[in-house]
């Protein structure tokens, strides 16, 4: 594993980002978990395996979409419904007629993304939620409905506001009391609306020009913020460790192991399967055919997730091969996009020393 680490610590030494944690596994082992650089570059804190990251986009497949599947297995919801069957609110709009498969595989019409924070941060938090759909009602479709494949953060926005709809409690409780706790994940949460932890225990993300102050502990995402913390999209926290034991036990259920009650297999292997004509599946992401962030040795039969704060995870199903590679690479500033190469030499090597000599 020599290779792997003088390539992360030549990562740092480049700039790539401030501060990393790598953990790589294969068939449940853990091969390699370090950590580089700094979590605070003021304080001049340390990064350590331990660090708690802002996981940004990975809220998506990690909460939202498990939040979904969890709502099926209790039937009380089926991926071909409509939204305007939970949310009454979008009941006289075109989004009405989304169905919840239409948003996790990110064809339902909605743009890509809309800094509904502007507006929002003017109103009181009260308020908020009702100014929020009134902004979605308004908001104009940019496609057909399932007609085109645009990544959405207002759809999982909305997927969040349908899970809080029918289960009648917040997202981050949602998953934290049918996910979270059942496999003993104290490290993943959302810090937003309840969980008080120290601010030595983060990785500080960017300096944000409106709030005005440097983000450490507070998510980074605009949108999630002013909605309290918690949203569909972002707003989800963890440790490497925490978020490789989440996606250990869904890849060996995958594989038919006995699960503990939390995920079914069959509706697992439908979540992971890519949408018709997509590189999505059903929240999370497989590799593109071109300039994947996976490199270009993981298997077609793979899934994993990008956030927009430094932060990825990514699975080989074909040879059990996990890597959660997470950094705080847009602080102090988000211009640093050298992570976007990074990434896939990273896994090409990461696929190649423990894989190529080791094939079953």
Known sequence: MNHIDQLMQDGLAGGVYPGAVLLVSRQGSILFHAAYGRADIFTRRKMTCHTVFDLASLTKP???????????????????????????????????????????????????????????????????????????????????????TVYSDPGFMLLGQVIESISQIPLDQFVDQHIYKPLGLGNM????????????????????????????????????????????????????????????????????????????????????????DSDKTLGFDTPAAKNSSAGNLFSRHSIGHLGFTGTSFWVDLDQDLIVVFLTNRVHPLRHNNQLKFFRPKLHNLVWDRVLSRNLP
């Open 189 to 276: 949460f959302f810090p937003g609306r309840s969980v008080k932890v120290s601010g030595d225990s983060f990785a500080a993300t960017e300096f944000c020009m409106w709030r005005k102050t440097l983000l450490n502990g507070v998510v980074h995402d605009d949108n999630a913020y002013v909605m309290g913390g918690v949203a569909g999209h972002a707003g989800l926290f963890a440790t490497a460790k925490d978020l490789h034991c989440l996606l250990w036990e869904m890849l060996d259920i995958y594989h038919g192991s006995l699960s503990r009650g939390v995920f079914h297999k069959d509706l697992l292997r439908i979540f992971w399967r890519p949408c018709h």
């Open 62 to 148: 990690l909460a939202t979409a498990l939040g979904i599947m969890k709502l099926i297995e209790q039937k009380k919801i089926s991926l071909d419904k409509k939204i305007g069957e939970f949310l009454p609110w979008c009941a006289n709009s075109d989004k009405s007629f989304i169905s919840i498969r239409q948003l996790l595989c990110h064809c339902s019409g909605l743009p890509a993304y809309r800094p509904f924070y502007k507006i929002l941060r003017k109103i009181e938090p009260a308020k908020r939620q009702r100014a929020f759909e009134k902004l979605i009602q308004q908001e104009p479709l940019t496609s057909s409905i399932g007609k085109m």
